[in-house]
C-alpha cells in the first residue's frame, strides 16, 4: 500500500494520533501513528506528499514534499499516573526533596556540584571553589521551583514556559524568557532545532494538552520542549519545569533523572532529537525517573 498524502489529526478522547492517509487507488485509511511509520519503514522510503500549511499543519494542498520525522511526535503510548495524591501532597514531597531535585537539575546540566554544595547555596550559605555562574545557576533553580509551587493553579500556558525560563536564565545569558531568534547547536549531534515560531508552538501545546493522563501529557509536554529548543539556554532545566508543574498540579509525582541515569538519558534525548522519535525516552522516563509517595 503507498501512501500520496498524509494528514494528521488527535483523537480527542485519549490523545493518540490517528493519520487520515489516501491511498493511490483513492480510498482513504484511518491507522495509529505507530502503524503509519511500520508502513513507511517497510516502504524504504523517507518522503511523501505531504505538505504543510503556514501554521505547520498538515493540509491536503498540493506543494512541496517533506519527509514525515519531521512532523511532531507525541507517540502514541498513553503512560498511566503512578501516583494519586493531593496537590497538598504532591507539593509537599517537592518542598521534602526540592534539593535532591535541583541538584539532580544541575548535574543533568553538567554543572560540577555535589549534593552538600547544592544544599549550602540553597540555603545562602557562601561556597567556596564554585564558578559564579555555577552559583548563580543553582538559585536560579532555586527561584523557578519556588515559581512553580507558588502557581500551581495556573496553566501551563506558552507565556508560563516563558516566565520559567526567565526565572532559570536570570543573569546568566540573553534575553530570558523569549524565544530565540538565532540558530543554535546541540552538544552531541549535529542535528540542528528549527527556529521557533510563537503561533506554531502554541499549536502543538494545545495538542499535547488534549492528552487525557497527567504523567503522559507531563512527560510528553517535557520532551517536546526539550526539542523544539525556544530558548537560546536553558531548554532542559525549564522543560522540566514546566513537565513538573503538570504533574504536581495532577498530583502524579516529580519528574526527576536520577544520577545513575543521566547519560542514558542523554543518550536517548539525542536519539529523539535526531529521530523525532519519543516512544523509547518517553517510556525510559517513565520507567525510572517519576518520584513520589503513595499515601495511604
Not at 494528514?7 to 487520515?20: H, K, N, Q, W
Request: glycine share 6%; charged share 25%.
Amino acid at each position: 500500500m503507498t501512501f500520496i498524502n498524509i494528514e494528521s489529526y488527535y483523537y480527542f478522547d485519549d490523545g493518540t494520533p490517528i493519520y487520515v492517509c489516501i491511498n493511490t487507488d483513492g480510498s482513504i485509511k484511518h491507522v495509529r501513528y505507530s502503524d503509519l511509520i511500520k508502513a513507511i519503514r517497510a516502504s524504504g522510503k523517507d518522503d511523501f506528499n505531504v505538505v504543510v500549511d503556514e501554521n505547520g499543519e498538515i493540509t491536503r494542498s498540493s506543494g512541496e514534499a517533506i519527509k514525515l520525522r519531521d512532523s511532531m511526535d507525541i507517540c502514541d503510548t498513553i503512560f498511566t499516573d503512578k501516583f494519586s495524591m493531593t496537590i497538598e501532597q504532591n507539593v509537599f514531597v517537592a518542598k521534602r526533596n526540592i534539593v535532591d531535585y535541583i541538584w539532580k537539575s544541575a548535574k543533568l546540566e553538567g554543572i560540577a556540584v555535589t549534593y552538600p554544595d547544592t544544599e549550602a547555596i540553597y540555603n545562602g550559605l557562601v561556597v567556596s571553589g564554585m564558578n559564579v555562574d555555577d552559583i548563580q545557576a543553582i538559585n536560579n533553580l532555586k527561584h523557578a521551583w519556588r515559581f512553580i509551587l507558588e502557581t500551581i493553579e495556573y496553566t501551563t500556558d506558552y507565556p508560563f514556559v516563558c516566565e520559567i525560563n526567565r526565572r532559570v536564565g536570570s543573569n546568566l545569558f540573553h534575553n530570558p524568557g523569549l524565544i530565540r531568534t538565532v540558530p543554535v547547536s546541540i552538544g552531541g549531534t549535529t542535528w540542528r532545532p528549527d527556529m521557533p515560531i510563537e503561533s506554531q508552538i502554541k499549536k502543538e501545546l494545545a495538542k499535547i494538552f488534549t492528552l487525557k493522563g497527567k504523567t503522559d501529557k507531563a512527560i510528553t509536554l517535557m520532551l517536546h520542549l526539550m526539542r523544539k529548543q525556544m530558548f537560546l539556554d536553558g531548554n532542559k532545566r525549564t522543560s522540566m519545569l514546566a513537565g513538573n508543574h503538570v504533574m504536581i498540579s495532577g498530583g502524579t509525582g516529580i519528574i526527576s533523572v536520577p544520577i545513575e541515569k543521566q547519560v542514558a538519558f542523554t543518550e536517548l534525548l539525542v536519539k529523539y532529537y535526531e529521530t523525532n522519535e519519543m516512544a523509547e525516552i518517553k517510556e525510559f522516563v517513565y520507567d525510572n525517573c517519576i518520584d513520589g509517595i503513595a499515601f495511604t
